[in-house]
């Protein structure tokens, strides 16, 4: 833990985006900590139905208050992240997967190949994330791998562009010629060369493509689509929530909405401070 | 009077890693009408201290001590309404890169109209307009051209332009930082060629901030070489090319190749330049100096008068 | 040893659609126009221009890092210019290069030591065991001593000379025959340039290279080249030993660089010479003598005919009308 410490101080010293990083990878951290604690530390099992008083308000027995079902809040709020993270951890590792080899290779060779896989990826692009999640959602049928999935898709897109504009860039670079010089393959030129100068970026996109994730699995489930409805998650929550809001039982909604904020601010903030520090700026 | 007075000038740029002085305890004069070539490797803070002159330093970069009178305006500390009169129209500047300083989406005419009408109101457009075509003409541009964009003007062109607005509002002080480096040879001498002559007609007084020594050596009245912050020498261009004395100019000076000197062994300065976020205690060049001595490690060198210049250097301090 | 024949490299000029749409006219960047030279084992050749000039070019193409639009490049007989694949990798261990920008040269993720040692590995050079140690001698050949001081280190922590230093190692760890060195020392601190051209001077002489320096600095090359060519628009307008065209040169334009080149002496007389203009586009180069245009001397038959490359002294060849001799 110790040896930590001299990195996180290094990071305070980069500025505004070293700040950034620092609180938004607290904060992912903290609530990654409390989803995990969840089983230990949850006064009540998050699913017990009539666990407490229908409809009640936080009170001291039911600090975050109770659902239409019984179910107590705050061990909803502390299991209910569990969902988001697997979703959104399985949607990166496909995109990863998926769109950096097809990134790197696309653009590396050129040609045909580069043309054609800008265009998938440019069509996929086009549609509005949400709808086209909700659409594969839809088709796939609900479950933490689906979900992960249609979320998946419409990020490989982003990416595909960020590789793609930072292998175009480099491969124009003096070491990458000077790698040719010394007889490098395309092979060990893409994966010596470019590769490691692209990873930053690609940290940086991943990072932000769990914020969306998340916001996108809590919009998912919000439509219906994704879970079945005994599974604990924010999303669920900020459906029924949404609906007992006319009665006045506000705290339904606003606390797993409360953590659905917070997670995805925590992710965007690692992301845009990691983007600032490492994707290519227009000017030095 | 002199023109431009720089005493003790301290600039310093403050970051999360250190605070580096990039100009450290620097004074200089100019008189009226000369011409002084400021000289230095990179990263001795000549382009800072011009920058200073007319507080351009970029932050984090701050001016933390020191003086700098422009015909009697405290420049360091007078209000950014009087700092910005006197930019463009008392000091003209010159900056380093002319691809990037001027803006690529705007005509020519309109970078000269919406400067002079900036600093003079009362102008009409077309008097700003007809100005701005004498200077250019003056400087070799065909008046019909400055309807152009920066990007159909070639390199020496666009440097041209540079110095058009640098002296469209009649400046009597003209700073130019690097104006020849991205230039090639020939363009080089035209726009040399070109400063000299503005010189005389115009009776300017010039700061020529470069690392090339051959201009300096056909430009200036006067040379200061700059070393890692602070002067290292300043004297007569004369007298400091034929007797330097200081390590590192002598140095300097040694490492340039001359074409017209046959036989000539060109040498080099071990080392590196000090990291100034960790200078080195004493002479700031005693690591790389072959004359260094017990002083040097220990005690900073004050600018001291010898014969008729200014040396910063122990082997010069008899005291 | 190395041998150029009518080397043309003509680029395509990129077009917006709709000019695609209307002209049927392609247009090209004239970069480099049927030169021919030649040089000899463990000779120094100077290729000097402005820009526009194709020198860089002209380097690229002799290390076959572009293609040729035409001509040959003959290395010790065999022509590289007609070269693919397997057989152009292999034998790029001959022929390599130093590049003018040191930070750019050096991928920022990969030590130095390491990028040394991949030019033995992708070449199949020895064993793993070999490679190190002939990095570790090569490092402390060019300077970096002791080498386990250098080896782990990453590019950002070394001074612009000092990376140029393991770019020169990187480039004769495979003992390559010939060496293209782009402007070497343009982007290293002005005190520290010498040092860097001795080290190359020296290591020629120890390893038998033969360098073609490309520069735009003629003080720089009449200071490390024996013979010098003088590229003008992508054309050779003057060759010869550096005393010939720097002591007594024949080409107007050679004589106008000449002339304004700054010189470190105060005391020197400076007669400039300075031609009209600017370097015109190398797309639309002009008909004839490509610099008639700029020409003080300048006559009918220059706007014409263009001149050949022409034997006017013994070695001394020059591409004008009307040379100043």
Redesign the interface.
């Known amino acids: 833990m110790v040896q930590f410490l001299p990195g996180l101080a290094r990071l305070a010293r980069r500025g505004m985006a070293g700040w950034a990083i620092l609180v938004g990878g607290v904060i992912v951290v903290a609530l990654a900590i409390m989803t995990l604690a969840a089983p230990w530390i949850s006064p009540y099992s998050p699913i017990a139905i009539n666990a407490g008083p229908l409809l009640s308000p936080p009170t001291s027995g039911y600090p975050l208050g109770t659902n239409h079902l019984g179910q107590d809040m705050l061990s909803r709020v502390y299991a209910g992240g569990a969902i988001m993270f697997q979703v959104a951890i399985l949607s990166v590792i496909v995109c990863l997967a998926i769109g950096v080899p097809i990134g790197l290779i696309a653009s590396y060779t050129g040609g045909y190949a580069d043309k054609l896989a800008s265009l998938v990826m440019d069509s996929i692009y086009a549609f509005p994330g949400l709808v086209l999640a909700i659409a594969i959602a839809a088709t796939l049928g609900p479950g933490v791998v689906n979900m992960a999935l249609s979320i998946a898709v419409v990020y490989i897109p982003s990416y595909f562009r960020i590789i793609r504009s930072q292998v175009l860039t480099i491969k124009e670079l003096p070491y990458v010629e000077a790698a040719r010089t010394i007889g490098a393959t395309g092979r060990a030129t893409l994966f010596s060369y470019i590769l490691p100068n692209v990873i930053p970026s690609i940290v940086a996109i991943a990072t932000i493509n769990f914020a969306d994730a998340i916001l996108t699995a809590a919009g998912l489930t919000f439509v219906g689509l994704g879970l079945p409805v005994s599974t604990p998650d924010w999303g669920w929550d900020l459906t029924y929530g949404r609906r007992l809001l006319t009665s006045g039982a506000w705290w339904v909604i606003a606390f797993p909405g409360l953590m659905v904020v917070l997670l995805a601010l925590g992710f965007t903030l690692m992301g845009e401070g990691l983007s600032e520090l490492y994707n290519p700026r227009l000017q030095k | 009077m002199s023109l431009l007075d720089i005493q003790s000038l301290v600039v310093q740029y403050h970051t999360?890693?250190a605070n580096v002085k990039a100009v450290d305890r620097v004074s200089l004069r100019m008189e009226k009408g000369h011409t002084l070539g400021l000289v230095g490797?990179?990263g001795c803070g000549k382009s800072t201290l011009g920058l200073s002159t007319l507080r351009l330093v970029p932050p984090p970069g701050k001016i933390t001590d020191g003086h700098i009178t422009l015909d009697s305006i405290d420049v360091v500390n007078c209000s950014d309404e009087e700092i910005r009169r006197i930019r463009g129209k008392r000091v003209g500047y010159i900056f380093q890169d002319p691809m990037t300083s001027l803006n690529p989406v705007k005509k020519i005419s309109n970078h000269f109209v919406e400067m002079i009408r900036t600093h003079e109101p009362e102008t009409s457009e077309e008097d700003a307009l007809k100005r701005a075509k004498e200077v250019l003409a003056r400087l070799g541009i065909l008046p019909e051209r400055i309807n152009d964009f920066p990007h159909q003007f070639?390199?020496?062109?666009r440097q041209r332009v540079m110095i058009g607005l640098a002296l469209a509002l009649g400046p009597d002080l003209l700073i130019a930082d690097e104006p020849t480096t991205s230039l090639?040879?020939?363009?080089?001498?035209?726009i040399?060629?070109l400063l000299k002559e503005l010189k005389e007609s115009l009776k300017l007084t010039l700061v020529l901030i470069t690392?090339?020594?051959?201009?300096v050596?056909?430009t200036a009245d006067r040379v200061a070489v700059m070393y890692a912050g602070r002067l290292a020498e300043l004297g007569e261009?004369?007298g400091l090319?034929e007797k330097p004395m200081h390590p590192y100019t002598q140095?300097?000076?040694n490492?340039?190749?001359?074409?017209?000197?046959k036989g000539?062994v060109?040498?080099?300065?071990?080392g590196?330049?000090p990291d100034l976020a960790q200078p080195p205690h004493g002479c700031l060049y005693h690591p790389r100096c072959p004359h260094a001595f017990d002083r040097c490690r220990k005690e900073e060198p004050h600018l001291l008068r010898h014969d008729s210049s200014e040396v910063a250097c122990h082997l010069f301090d008899k005291r | 040893m190395l041998e150029v024949r009518n080397l043309t490299k003509h680029f395509p000029v990129e077009k917006g659609f709709l000019d695609k749409l209307f002209t049927s006219r392609k247009s090209y960047v004239h970069a480099v126009d049927d030169i021919s030279f030649s040089m000899k084992r463990g000779d120094i050749l100077g290729l000097v221009g402005e820009s526009g000039s194709g020198k860089s070019t002209t380097a690229k193409l002799c290390l076959k890092l572009i293609e040729p639009t035409s001509g040959s490049i003959l290395s010790e007989g065999v022509d590289i210019a007609k070269m693919r694949g397997e057989e152009l990798r292999k034998f790029r261990r001959n022929m390599q290069l130093i590049f003018q920008d040191p930070t750019a040269s050096l991928s920022p993720r990969i030590k130095i030591g390491d990028a040394i040692k991949h030019a033995l590995t992708y070449q199949k050079i020895g064993t793993a065991s070999d490679q190190t140690e002939r990095t570790r001698a090569i490092l402390e050949r060019v300077g970096l001593k002791p080498w386990d001081n250098f080896y782990d280190r990453y590019p950002h922590q070394l001074s612009g000379g000092q990376k140029q230093r393991v770019v020169i190692a990187r480039a004769l760890v495979l003992n390559p025959k010939f060496v293209v060195a782009d402007e070497p020392i343009a982007m290293v601190d002005v005190s520290v340039r010498a040092q860097i051209l001795e080290l190359m001077l020296e290591l020629r002489k120890e390893f038998d290279l033969s360098y073609l320096f490309i520069t735009h600095d003629l003080a720089m090359a009449n200071y490390v080249c024996r013979s010098i060519a003088i590229m003008y628009l992508g054309k050779i307008v003057e060759t010869g030993p550096k005393e010939e065209v720097f002591g007594k040169p024949l080409h107007p334009y050679t004589l106008a660089l000449l002339s304004s080149i700054p010189v470190p002496d105060p005391k020197a007389k400076l007669q400039r010479i300075i031609p009209r203009g600017e370097i015109p586009s190398p797309i639309n180069p002009p008909k004839g003598c490509r610099f008639h245009p700029r020409c003080p001397y300048a006559q009918a038959v220059c706007s014409e005919r263009e001149p050949q490359l022409e034997e006017v002294k013994p070695d001394h060849d020059v591409a004008c009308f009307f040379p100043r001799t």
Not at chain 2, 266 to 270: D, F, G, K, V
């Open positions: 999360f890693a490797e990179s070639s390199g020496g062109m090639d040879v020939i363009v080089e001498a035209q040399i060629e690392h090339n020594i051959g201009i050596a056909e261009t004369d090319f140095a300097l000076l490492s340039v190749p001359n074409i017209t000197k000539q060109l040498s080099w300065i071990p590196a330049p």
